[in-house]
């Protein structure tokens, strides 16, 4: 069974706060799931399908469908990190197909900057059953330094520079300058990046995304009910999913799930990279976007730093507008996880809402993909194609 | 995380940590298939028998990839570090010197109490040039 066509993005909302120290996380939730619903003309009380992960507040989802009164007949609380919003609307979609749920919501949210997290410095021990951390956790190995064994092996596997990192953060920041609600929205150059500290060598302060509050949902839908609202029809065209491991002792430093879950979606989809008008492609270093970039096939291995530099990112002047809200590296990252905005902002450039200085035109096929976890350990990745109708 | 709570949630390590701290490290490969892998499991996950022994590495390795931490109070070096005898192993590079860090670095394996552990790591110091 595919999945093509058999579940429609009918809502879709972001949450224009960056800090919101005087607001629960579990009332962000419940913003953000009633603002996509008003966008989608529903209601609460029309959902029957609840898609969540971990950033849910408490041990499952029960306190938060408690929480927002929700009636259902399904329920999935897939995590895996930060592509899990991207995963679910995989789930959804499949839910939808096989007439588990018509109505199914999606949200994301979280609070880290008001909780004061140091997300990419701050070594963490992790949990005392996680089979790995008896012989990492002592390390003190960070997302930063994670990322940064990444960004110094592709530079020397493959020539890569800082100026080529530098120029991902350089297209999502010239995005930035027109989304009101970024945290940052000055216009960089890659001197600007170069000369930022280093935090984890190679990578730079300004290679690192931005710690923010907030959070997101997503409404889909049968396309019956789509038909009867009154939005652009997006379908969910194709999703890929997977896990990319250590390989038990062989870990692969430059290489990403998306090299799994990019022929998956575009498979399912039946498009190709040609047919790809906008990418949102997360960016939680500005590494991890050449990398997907180049495991997505837009690219040869090797050639995304290359691919990137010269604003080739930059909507209007760059052959693969990408981020056009500005991303993680400028926008925001609730909850330090960043695959729920990706999907919103596709749906945006479908729908024909994006900034109009970055509205990439006649828009009808779009990417969203990211990595959940760290690379190079046990990651997550997920890649969703939606069209629009 | 006290070698108490590592030894009650992952009983099967505790060869790996009495080998550590008389200065030696040890490897799990699988008795049947002869790979080794990292980190280690009480089963092969290449050819998933659970004949597992111990092997007593080499210590010497090289550096596949590293990086600085300089937002800490005092900077350290991350750094996967290829065995000789194959795995890829997450550890420390004990240098102040980043420079010797650099990735095809010739390292060799020593032991240390790490950041409030009780039990010693295997951590890897640059061979002289």
Known sequence: ?389 | MKLETVLSFHPHSKPFWDASENGRLLLPLCADCDRFHWYPRPFCPHCYSFNIKWHEASGKGTVHTSSLMRRAKEPYIVAAVELEEGPIILSNIMSDDFSKAAIGARVTVGFECLNGTDRKMPVFFPDAT
Not at chain 1, 123 to 151: C, F, H, I, K, L
Not at chain 1, 170 to 194: F, G, K
Not at chain 1, 290 to 296: K, R, T, V
Request: charged share 15%; glycine share 12%.
């Open chain 1, 1 to 389: 069974m595919t999945i093509k066509r058999k579940a429609f993005v009918v809502g879709a909302f972001e949450h224009p706060t960056r800090h919101c120290p005087d607001k629960s996380t579990a009332q962000l939730h419940a913003e953000c799931a009633i603002g996509a619903l008003a966008d989608a003309g529903l209601s609460p009380k029309d959902v029957d399908g609840y898609f969540g992960a971990r950033d849910i507040p408490g041990p499952n989802a029960s306190w938060l469908v408690d929480y927002l009164g929700l009636n259902l007949t399904h329920i999935d609380c897939t995590d895996t990190g930060g592509c899990s919003y991207l995963i679910h609307i995989s789930h959804a979609a499949q839910a939808i197909a096989a007439g588990k749920c018509k109505v199914a919501l999606i949200t994301l949210a979280g609070r880290p900057k008001s909780e004061g997290m140091a997300t990419g410095t701050a070594p963490r021990d992790g949990e005392p059953d996680r089979p790995d951390v008896p012989w990492e956790s002592p390390y003190r190995n960070t997302n930063a330094t994670q990322y940064g064994m990444m960004a110094a092996r592709h530079m020397h596997q493959y020539g890569t520079t800082p100026e080529q990192l530098a120029w991902v953060r350089v297209a999502a920041s010239t995005h930035a300058q027109y989304n009101e609600h970024a945290m940052y929205r000055n216009v960089l150059t890659v001197e600007d990046i170069l000369n930022s500290p280093v935090i984890a060598d190679p990578l730079h302060r300004l290679d690192c995304c931005v710690i923010s509050d907030g959070g997101g949902a997503l409404v889909l839908t049968t396309e019956s009910i789509a038909r009867s609202l009154n939005k652009p029809m997006i379908p969910v065209l194709g999703c890929g999913e997977t896990i990319n491991t250590q390989k038990s002792g062989w870990p692969d430093f430059v290489t990403t799930g998306a090299v799994v879950s990019g022929p998956t979606a575009f498979a399912e989809a039946g498009v190709s990279i040609q047919d790809i008008k906008y990418a949102s492609v997360y960016d939680n270093f500005t590494i991890m976007v050449i990398a997907q970039l180049e495991d997505l096939g837009f690219c040869a291995k090797g050639e995304g730093g290359r691919f990137v530099q010269d604003g080739n990112l930059i909507s209007g002047t760059g052959s693969l507008p990408w981020n056009t809200d500005g991303g993680g590296l400028c926008n925001n990252h609730p909850q330090n996880r960043g695959g729920i905005t990706k999907a919103i902002e596709a749906v945006r450039q479908l729908r024909g809402e994006a900034h109009p200085k970055v509205q990439v035109p006649n828009c009808d096929i779009a990417l969203a993909c990211g990595p959940g976890g760290v690379i190079g350990t046990g990651h997550g990745h997920a890649t969703v194609i939606l069209g629009r109708e």
